[in-house]
């Protein structure tokens, strides 16, 4: 019985896929992705390969699951080499883990090929390092998403160094507004990194106090970044002296 191979794109940049992930990708018969998979990276599958849409930006997400798992069987049951591709990692926020159980308890054999998450690849990309020694000693990835917000204590992360939210675009002042409740500085950098990993990569810095208050405009997809290490960015960019050098080491 064939396997199914569920495997991580990365965010965007062809040239960030695994080298796996291309192995696969140009074996493939049946190619399932996801809305932000890009189209730089569907052309390095087989271009003989069907492709199928397989976004949840045309439904409710629990009517589409459950048509993207019916089609995941049938694609499965026929024997083709089938690849599910996420975008990232699709074990970050991606529902790969969902969809690997379903096939598993349905006997098919899975063999899932990680990604380059948004969640790490976007700030390195964009000169914001998630951890340095004297700045930064831990980070969070979390979700911004309103179903999961509703029960998302802020209050548990104020004591971690520099937050990645993912999913947060749209309620981005909410969030800001909370995590100032919650304790950290209102003045505290903050990066939100749109479209990255591809030629429309947008770079917008601010503060937690200006994202509360409105005034930060950004679209979707877009990975925010919220710490010290934001201001990073312009150093590592070469725009700052070496101001940082001792204070950071
Ligand atoms: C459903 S989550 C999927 C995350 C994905 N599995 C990963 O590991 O990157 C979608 C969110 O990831 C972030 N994202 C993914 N790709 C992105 C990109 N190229 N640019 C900006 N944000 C991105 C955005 O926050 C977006 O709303």
């Not at 495997?7 to 896929?17: H, K, N, R, T």
């Not at 849409?53 to 089938?82: F, N, T």
């Amino acid at each position: 019985m064939a396997k199914v191979h569920i495997v991580g794109a990365g965010p965007g940049d062809p040239e960030l896929l695994t080298v796996k992930a291309c192995r696969v990708l140009a074996q493939a018969d049946i190619v399932f992705y996801d809305r932000l998979v890009s189209a730089d990276v569907l052309a390095a599958a087989n271009p003989a390969a069907e492709f199928v849409y397989a976004g949840k930006d045309h439904g409710d997400q629990e009517v589409v699951q459950p048509w993207i798992h019916d089609r995941l069987l049938e694609y499965a049951r026929s024997g083709k080499s089938v690849v599910r591709l996420h975008g990232g990692d699709p074990c970050i926020f991606g529902r790969g883990a969902e969809e690997w159980q379903f096939l598993a308890e349905n006997g098919f054999e899975v063999e899932i090929i990680p990604g380059v998450s948004s969640a790490t690849a976007l700030p390195a990309l964009a000169g914001i390092p998630l951890t340095l020694r004297g700045v930064s000693r831990s980070f969070a990835v979390i979700t911004g998403s309103c179903r999961s917000d509703e029960s998302t204590d802020w209050s548990r992360y104020t004591a971690v160094d520099t937050l990645v939210l993912l999913m947060a675009v749209r309620r981005r002042a909410d969030i800001a507004s909370e995590l100032i409740l919650a304790g950290r500085p209102a003045d505290q950098p903050a990066a939100f990194i749109e479209r990255g990993a591809t030629p429309a990569e947008r770079v917008v810095e601010t503060t937690l106090e200006e994202i509360a208050g409105a005034g930060v405009e950004v679209e979707s997809p877009a990975v925010l970044i919220v710490g010290e290490v934001v201001r990073l960015r312009r150093l590592l960019a070469g725009e700052l002296e070496a101001v940082v050098s001792a204070e950071v080491c």
